[in-house]
């Protein structure tokens, strides 16, 4: 792996694309302060121009490099959850390229917790944007192998460090605002934050969101085949009426058992930490199997959930 690592660290000095692992998903990684490989980020995700990246940092120490005007909060959630799955939305430094942050006057910031992740950012010695190593809109992948089959030769390398911790993408917070207000909820909770920083921490509104952040749009984290989303109650007549329409039906659930119905079953754990790490595999594995239709069982309303939630509602509006 040091090999590796001493390989992939080189491609990026050489202005190459390297996908690489962290504790949240795989990211598609370039030297942040290059625009040419950044640019690169953006044609092989096929990703809108003015969609900002999330730029990784080596460790908490280069905040100070990369944003201004820097808040005590920010240090206090960088003491606390660094490295770890949090970004922070923070105004930008002079030496932020443009092609980062979308041409807004603010950038999101993270200290990865992964091994591989950090080691890479340690030996690069410097700061590598990365959003996930996926189509853009198209659910994240997780393991090296998603980043294979979806993107194949088009990356320069991808750096193998085992199946992603977390499973989704990171909190993101942001601080540009007296206020600090969650922007895309992630493993990282509100109450988790409200601690930290002894202030209420909510879900930003509408005004908030207007900013832009990755994975804010409403349709995203998709598959390719038709998803929708039925509630517990709903769910076997939901089944028997596309199967009644001669649909191949693919059941993603975590409480209900009901293999006596002919659709293929997927089913998760009724924990949200455990569905939340297998979630985009699962939807990965019922994608490539090529239904017509991916029936999803709907995940509890309560706070545990809120980021599962999140990424359903919006794959589910993909195919709205």
Known sequence: MREDIARAAGCLRAGLVVAFPTETVYGLGADALNPRAVARIFAIKRRPPDHPLIVHLPDASYLERWARDIPDAAYRLAEKFWPGPLTLILKRARIVPDSITGGQDSVGLRVPGHPVA?????????????????????????????VR???????????????????LESTIVSLLDAQPVILRPGAISPPQLSAALGVAVGLGGVEEKRLRAPGLLAAHYAPS????????ENLEQQIRALLAQNKRVAVIACTQRMEIIPAHYYFLSSDPVSY?????????????ARYDVLLLEAVPEDEAWLAVRDRLTRAAQAHQ
Do not use: K
């Open 276 to 288: 939340a790490h297998d979630l985009y595999a699962t939807l990965r594995a019922a994608d490539a």
């Open 225 to 232: 085949t038709p998803l929708c989303i039925a509630a517990r």
């Open 118 to 146: 950090l080691a890479l950012l340690q030996q690069f010695g410097g700061a590598v944007a990365a959003p996930s190593a996926n189509r853009f809109g198209h659910v994240s992948p997780t393991t090296a192998q998603h």
């Open 149 to 167: 089959d979806e993107l194949g030769e088009e990356v320069d390398m991808i750096l193998d460090g085992g199946p992603c911790r977390v499973g």
